[in-house]
T-cell receptor
Framework: KAGVTQTPRYLIKTRGQQVTLSCSPI?????VSWYQQTPGQGLQFLFE???????NKGNFPGRFSGRQFSNSRSEMNVSTLELGDSALYLC?????????????????FGPGTRLTVL | GQNIDQPTEMTATEGAIVQINCTYQ??????LFWYQQHAGEAPTFLSY????GLEEKGRFSSFLSRSKGYSYLLLKELQMKDSASYLC???????????FGQGTELSVKP
């Protein structure tokens, strides 16, 4: 089974621009979660999409948004980029069913997109 | 609020045993994950505990006490390749949302 894929792997943008990141989940997974990882804050939850609906949301400003398509692929958009948005953006996929076992609950991470804002 | 604490750094010797502790205070708790992350790579799944007790998987074991909000990861027969960051994470809200600790940077010395 193919793993989680993310594109692009690296991005360089300037302040004020916007960016769109893409995530393709493991086949059969309906949940995609997005995380931001920085050296100072660690891994922080952005939001989760399940069956094309945002099901969970973290504490990030409205500049961060996402969506999910009918094939479970997800995109994340950041508008009006700030220097502090420089980070590794990770997506993770799971069944989204929370069945209480590792087979249903485990989130598998993609390789990430390294975003640098200049 | 949601809070997960784990030590920042640990050092151990090749062949030894190390225990990495994690305490959590969360609402909507479903279960507790441990992930391993090597520098420059994505986190990879190690273990998942839903019920109290010990789960053993080869050289790695993980323990959970829901009443105490406590978990630990036990690594036996340490190898140099075990040098990595170990992330404790609570699964919340019926799935989909992971809250992570800051990670424990483990250095394995010869």
């Amino acid at each position: 089974k193919a793993g989680v894929t993310q594109t692009p792997r690296y991005l360089i943008k300037t302040r004020g621009q916007q960016v769109t990141l893409s995530c393709s989940p493991i086949s059969g997974h309906r949940s995609v979660s997005w995380y931001q990882q920085t050296p100072g804050q660690g891994l922080q939850f952005l939001f989760e999409y399940f069956s094309e609906t945002q099901r969970n949301k973290g504490n990030f400003p409205g500049r961060f948004s996402g969506r999910q398509f009918s094939n479970s692929r997800s995109e994340m958009n950041v508008s009006t980029l700030e220097l502090g948005d420089s980070a590794l953006y990770l997506c993770a996929s799971s069944t989204g069913l929370a069945g209480g076992s590792s087979s249903t609950d485990t989130q598998y991470f993609g390789p990430g997109t390294r975003l640098t804002v200049l | 609020g949601q809070n997960i604490d784990q030590p920042t750094e640990m050092t151990a010797t090749e062949g030894a045993i190390v225990q990495i502790n994690c305490t959590y205070q969360t609402s909507g708790f479903n279960g507790l994950f441990w992930y391993q992350q090597h520098a420059g790579e994505a986190p990879t799944f190690l273990s998942y505990n839903v019920l109290d007790g010990l789960e053993e998987k080869g050289r790695f074991s993980s323990f959970l006490s829901r009443s105490k909000g406590y978990s630990y990861l036990l690594l036996k027969e340490l190898q140099m390749k075990d040098s990595a960051s170990y992330l404790c994470a609570a699964l919340l809200n019926q799935g989909g949302k992971l809250i992570f600790g800051q990670g424990t940077e483990l250095s394995v010395k010869p």
